[in-house]
Structure formats: structure tokens, C-alpha cells
């Protein structure tokens, strides 16, 4: 499977999750888009187990291959001379480091994919908590608007519960009355406020309120 092909399932996966994911959001379902979300970074996790597996099994191929190589000729190199079996020596060798690189050549692309999964899973998961953080947020808006109109109808329950306040009592036509202040006899009352002025016998002088 080429490198490609092992990407695809990658970027399929990121694709189909966050068209859902935006779906759900743009219809206000958040709980929804937050669960898209989530399915999308376990099916990156079970991708990456495949890969993982893909790993140990070509892994195996070649340790098969290594050993095949390592045992290949030792039975006949009992009947042959000292140059022929280290010729045969160095041979194996060869066939053994051609192997060790192909097997990194052929292993490369698998890491290389684990390594985008987690470079995507990463990116979910900060979608993930962008999700959550706006769903709070939302909450902390309604919470606070319903606390905002249970504190009014409150204020308005209680101005229909409290006593009615008496009515002002009439207006004083202006006349000489007692000086409220009892410094002298009387005071004027000019129907709206005391004066200045005051009388004491008849006598009538003035001293500011």
C-alpha cells in the first residue's frame, strides 16, 4: 500500500467528521457536533491500531527473511574452503543490510501516517473543546438571562405586594400658625413652606428657618 493510500483514510475521516460536525453546529445541535467529534477520533485511534499491526506483520516478513538469509549456506560451508565460506560470509551480510533497509523503506510511510493521525487526533480534540467551551458558554447565557427575568418578576411581585403609600395630605392654605421650630410664637406658612416671618405679641420680625 502505498504512502498515498495510507493518508487517504486520514484525510477521509477528517473530512467526513468535520462536515457532520459543522452540520450539527450550524443547526445549534452542539451535543451532536461535540458526539461527530468523537467518533471521528476513535476511528483515527482504530486506524492507527491497523497500522500499528501493519507494522509488526511486515516486521515479521522480514525477520523470516533475515533468518532464511543468516542460515542460507552454513551447511555448505562445511565442504568449502575458507575464501569460498567468507565470500559466502560476506554474501549473507550484504543480503542482510539490503534487507534492514528495505524493511525501514517499507516501514517509513506507516510511521509517517501514525504521526498525521496524530497530528489530526490533536486537531479533533481542540475542535472537541471548542465545542464544549461554546456549549458553557451558551449555558452561562441562559442561566443568566432566566436568573435576569426571575430577579424583574421578582421586583415586580414585590411593588404589587408592597403597602400603598398615603396620600399627601391637602394643602395648607397660607395662614400665621406655631412656629414649628418653637423659637417664636408664630410663623408664616405660605402654603408651601415656612417664611422667615415671625410674630411674637403682634410684633412681627423675621428669622430664617
Same mark, same amino acid.
Given at each position: ?15 467526513? =467528521? ?65 575464501? =569460498? ?125
Amino acid at each position: 500500500m502505498g504512502k498515498n493510500d495510507l493518508n487517504k483514510r486520514i484525510l477521509d475521516i477528517a473530512a467526513i =467528521t468535520e462536515k457532520e460536525a459543522q452540520r450539527a453546529a450550524d443547526a445549534g445541535d452542539l451535543a451532536e457536533a461535540k458526539r461527530v467529534i468523537s467518533n471521528g477520533i476513535r476511528d483515527l485511534r482504530d486506524y492507527k491500531r491497523e497500522l500499528t499491526e501493519a507494522e509488526r506483520s511486515i516486521r515479521e516478513q522480514f525477520q523470516d527473511a533475515k533468518l532464511k538469509n543468516r542460515a542460507s549456506g552454513q551447511t555448505v560451508g562445511m565442504f568449502v574452503g575458507s575464501k =569460498t565460506r567468507a565470500a559466502m560470509a560476506r554474501g549473507r551480510a550484504a543480503e542482510g543490510r539490503r534487507l534492514s533497509s528495505n524493511q525501514a523503506a517499507v516501514l517509513q510511510p506507516y510511521a509517517r501516517a501514525k504521526a498525521n493521525v496524530d497530528r489530526a487526533i490533536a486537531a479533533m480534540d481542540r475542535a472537541k473543546a471548542d465545542v464544549t467551551n461554546e456549549a458553557a458558554r451558551m449555558r452561562e447565557g441562559k442561566s443568566s438571562s432566566a436568573t435576569s427575568a426571575t430577579s424583574a418578576q421578582a421586583t415586580v411581585t414585590q411593588a404589587r405586594a408592597a403597602p400603598t403609600a398615603p396620600p399627601p395630605p391637602p394643602p395648607v392654605p397660607a395662614q400665621w400658625a406655631t412656629d414649628p421650630h418653637g423659637r417664636h410664637q408664630h410663623r408664616w406658612w405660605d402654603g408651601t413652606r415656612w417664611t422667615e416671618h415671625v410674630s411674637n405679641d403682634g410684633v412681627v420680625s423675621s428669622d430664617p428657618v
